[in-house]
């Protein structure tokens, strides 16, 4: 038949879109159109496909080709679609049977040789094919991670290889779940001396999910004590563990090794705290955990600590069910889960930088934080309470002071 069906996946944050690619062989003069808003590496597909497909001992159809990215409205980028337009064309061509690819989607890049190449963002289109009820071509160097969503992914190395599963004399092996090959970092509350009040704050935030705010003088410890936070936390569900290890494999950072901790610079901007942009890239909070795999976010600024909590204005709107819809770009929510301890400078109002600090500010804003040094003190940081944190310390602890 001139005409073929094959189903991949694009990569919109974490989500995993489906795509049906639909390829179309007909009479006139030799031509090969790739439509359905394909971005520039997407169109430089039709020169990898061709050589992979010559290279591979295929035919490489002398017809005009046209191949339909749908939706038409979603826009395709990156190598992702490489293998499904190869097989497309194939099974157009009567090469390989068009019956043979109907259970099955396909992502991976094609290099010149015929050889699958890794893509990013793996494990969510292998998530969203188990929710369909089909199974999953991708790149032998994809399917560690891919793995992790259960047994229905297969890892090919070539081209050659998937044909020859579609035919049915070379079965195509499961994927293998990979083992975490983030960095473990040992950062324990222990070690910390001192800094009685703090240490029980960061307590009772693990236990009950409160925010925190650190304030005071540099040196008083509050990156220190921030950084410890996820050493009481609990460790990571399996459900959990596969919300993390998604964005992840959206991000391209591997597999996490324990309970992500963020820590992005003072002068970060709304966009890289929570993610956005034309591509809807992750950020530093989308990146430390999503939907209920709680990690603490360090966001030090006003504007850093307001977009984490619920987004920068009218760019990011706040939904419920502990994910971020971004405005400015189309169909994109990504789930976050972030726990906020962040620190601020000596001496600034902590939501309104070069303006005094309200004696009472604390107890309205529902933080909890470290202000500076009383005068005379010990030198450590004070804590200051309020919301719900407060009034749980002292339920805890009713012959505490404030």
């Known amino acids: 038949m001139s005409l073929s069906i094959v189903l991949a996946r694009a990569q919109l944050g974490v989500q995993a879109p489906l795509v049906?690619?639909?390829?179309?062989?007909?009479?006139?003069?030799?031509?090969?159109?790739i439509v359905g808003l394909p971005e520039t590496a997407v169109r430089e597909s039709r020169d990898r496909v061709r050589s992979a497909?010559?290279?591979?001992?295929?035919v490489f159809p002398d017809q005009r080709i046209?191949?339909?990215?749908?939706?038409?409205?979603?826009?395709?980028?990156?190598g992702r679609y490489d293998l499904a337009i190869a097989i497309g064309i194939l099974a157009a061509s009567g090469q390989v049977p068009a019956e043979a690819v109907q259970?099955?989607?396909?992502?991976?890049?094609?290099?010149?040789?015929?050889?699958?190449?890794?893509?990013?963002?793996?494990l969510p289109c292998a998530i969203a094919?188990?929710?369909?009820?089909?199974?999953?071509?991708?790149?032998?160097?994809?399917?560690?991670?891919?793995?992790?969503?259960?047994?229905?992914?297969?890892?090919?190395?070539?081209?050659l290889q998937v044909c020859a599963d579609l035919h049915g004399r070379e079965a195509l092996p499961v994927a293998q779940a990979e083992s975490s090959t983030g960095p473990i970092e040992s950062r324990d509350l222990a070690d910390v001396r001192g800094q009685l009040a703090a240490r029980r704050a960061?307590?009772?935030?693990?236990?009950?999910?409160?925010?925190?705010?650190?304030?005071?003088?540099?040196?008083?410890?509050?990156?220190?004590?921030?950084?410890?936070?996820?050493?009481?936390?609990?460790?990571?569900?399996?459900?959990?563990?596969?919300?993390?290890?998604?964005?992840?494999?959206?991000?391209?950072?591997?597999q996490p090794a324990a309970r992500p901790f963020r820590a992005p610079h003072h002068s970060c901007s709304s966009t890289a705290l929570v993610g956005g942009?034309?591509?809807?890239?992750?950020?530093?909070?989308?990146?430390?955990?999503?939907?209920?795999?709680?990690?603490?976010?360090?966001?030090?600024?006003?504007?850093?600590?307001r977009a984490a909590r619920?987004?920068?204005?009218?760019?990011?709107?706040?939904?419920?069910?502990?994910?971020?819809?971004?405005?400015?770009?189309?169909?994109?929510?990504?789930?976050?889960?972030?726990?906020?301890?962040?620190?601020?400078?000596?001496?600034?109002?902590?939501?309104?930088?070069g303006r005094p600090r309200p004696h009472n500010h604390y107890r309205t804003c529902g933080s909890a934080g470290v202000s500076q040094p009383r005068p005379g003190g010990d030198g450590h940081a004070r804590l200051v309470m309020c919301g719900g944190a407060l009034a749980k310390m002292r339920r805890l602890n009713p012959d505490s002071t404030d």
């Not at 259970?103 to 793996?122: D, K, Q, W, Y």
């Not at 929710?131 to 992914?153: F, I, K, T, Y």
């Not at 989308?286 to 990690?295: D, N, Q, W």
């Open 20 to 33: 049906t690619v639909e390829t179309h062989l007909s009479n006139g003069l030799p031509a090969f159109h």
């Open 53 to 58: 497909l010559l290279n591979s001992h295929f």
């Open 66 to 78: 046209t191949v339909n990215l749908a939706p038409a409205d979603l826009p395709k980028d990156g």
């Open 103 to 122: 259970a099955l989607e396909f992502i991976g890049e094609l290099a010149l040789s015929g050889t699958l190449r890794p893509v990013p963002g793996a």
């Open 129 to 159: 094919t188990r929710d369909a009820g089909r199974r999953l071509v991708v790149p032998q160097a994809s399917g560690g991670e891919a793995a992790l969503a259960g047994e229905h992914v297969l890892a090919a190395g070539s081209l």
């Open 202 to 254: 960061l307590e009772i935030a693990a236990a009950g999910g409160h925010n925190l705010l650190f304030f005071g003088p540099p040196g008083t410890g509050k990156t220190m004590l921030a950084s410890r936070l996820p050493g009481i936390l609990p460790a990571l569900s399996a459900e959990e563990f596969l919300q993390v290890a998604a964005l992840y494999s959206s991000a391209g950072l591997g």
């Open 277 to 305: 942009g034309s591509r809807g890239g992750l950020g530093n909070r989308a990146g430390a955990g999503g939907g209920g795999a709680r990690a603490p976010v360090a966001a030090p600024g006003r504007r850093q600590r």
């Open 310 to 353: 619920c987004g920068p204005g009218p760019a990011l709107r706040p939904r419920g069910g502990g994910s971020l819809a971004v405005a400015a770009v189309r169909r994109a929510a990504r789930p976050v889960g972030a726990q906020l301890p962040p620190g601020v400078a000596r001496g600034a109002h902590p939501d309104r930088p």
